[in-house]
């Protein structure tokens, strides 16, 4: 395959340590979940192994799918665990395409979503993180950079520091986008819309598992729809949640929020719409702005 992405930078933050990649032996048919962040990572999760698992509610998800470049735990044990998966293995990363290592080997997804769409759950994230959870970020050892701090009070105030300090105080936003859209017509690569999975789950989950090579029985369909849907993944949060939403005092639910785009609507102005969606075209150009904003045209 020709132009395949290279490897230029490491990210390291309270969340982040790039470096896991470069120790990554990739397998033949390894499945890479790609996001922003708050954008769908655990829906896709869950749509991927209910493929491989042809519709299983027993699933512990978020274990058999990890985090790989979240800096906890270290790199060292969570090498070990995927090179011991026997299955096929689909791991999570929240990185640009220029700081994992892309291989040819493997297929990744990744889905977008509109930034505020991902800022107002992002911020419901925040908002109920318990101490364990800054205690994870803020004391394991390795932290490179500022603590995650409580954010503010006033979801508008959040957003504008996010948007004026791009991504704060998580990582760049804009390159995260604009690296995945360069890739997008390589044939590894699958582009997926949160707004689109929305719109028609099962026509998605039938091109993802086209994409996947996957083969789906039909006596499987209808547990596969239901247990990917928002009802069944907030109902059955702590499987697909990270540590089981031991970092929400009311647990996983709080991270199966919603499930639908649009919340920012009754807070945001018509200006202050139209100032993000014109720095989104300047920073992605209007054909990754267009998708990102609602998915398929
Ligand atoms: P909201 O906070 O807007 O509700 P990520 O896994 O990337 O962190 O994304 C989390 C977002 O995906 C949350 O959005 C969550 O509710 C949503 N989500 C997870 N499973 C979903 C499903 N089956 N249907 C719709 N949205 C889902």
């Known amino acids: 395959m020709n132009n395949l992405p290279i490897k230029t ?19 033949n048919d390894d499945i890479v ?12 999760q869950q749509i991927i192994a209910q493929l ?10 978020a274990e058999m ?22 299955h096929r293995r689909f791991l999570k990363t929240h990185l640009p395409v220029d700081a994992l290592r892309f291989s040819n080997k493997a297929k990744y997804i990744y889905i977008g979503r509109d930034a505020r769409d991902v800022i107002w759950s992002m911020y419901n994230h925040h908002v109920n993180a318990n101490q364990i959870w800054y205690d994870a970020l803020n004391k394991t050892p390795g932290l490179v950079g500022p603590e ?28 995260n986008v604009r690296s995945w859209w360069k890739t997008r017509d390589l044939p590894n690569v699958k582009l997926i819309h949160f707004s689109d999975l929305k719109k028609d789950l099962p026509t998605e989950i039938r091109h993802i598992a086209a994409f996947l090579e996957i083969d789906i029985n039909d006596q499987d369909w209808p547990k596969i729809l239901e247990y990917c849907s928002f009802e069944w993944m907030k ?28 919340r920012w609507a009754d807070t945001l102005s018509d200006a202050d719409s139209k100032k993000y969606e014109k720095q989104a075209e300047l920073e992605l150009g209007k054909e990754c702005a267009d998708w990102l904003k609602s998915g398929h045209q």
């Open 9 to 27: 930078r490491e990210m390291f933050s309270h969340h982040l340590d790039s470096t896991i990649w470069n120790d990554f032996e990739f397998r």
């Open 52 to 61: 491989l698992f042809g519709g299983n509610p027993n699933l512990e998800v």
């Open 33 to 44: 979940i790609s996001t922003y962040g708050k954008s769908g990572t655990t829906w896709m």
């Open 235 to 262: 109902n059955n949060a702590t499987k697909s949640v990270p540590l089981g939403g031991a970092f929400w005092d009311d647990g996983a639910k709080v991270f199966i929020n919603k499930g639908v785009n649009g």
């Open 65 to 86: 799918s990890p985090w790989m470049d979240l800096r906890i735990p270290p790199k060292e044990i969570k090498l070990q665990l995927v090179a011991a998966q026997t």
């Open 148 to 175: 995650i701090e409580k954010p503010s009070e006033d979801i508008k105030e959040y957003w504008n520091e996010w948007l004026q300090k791009d991504g704060f105080p998580f990582w760049p936003f804009w390159e």
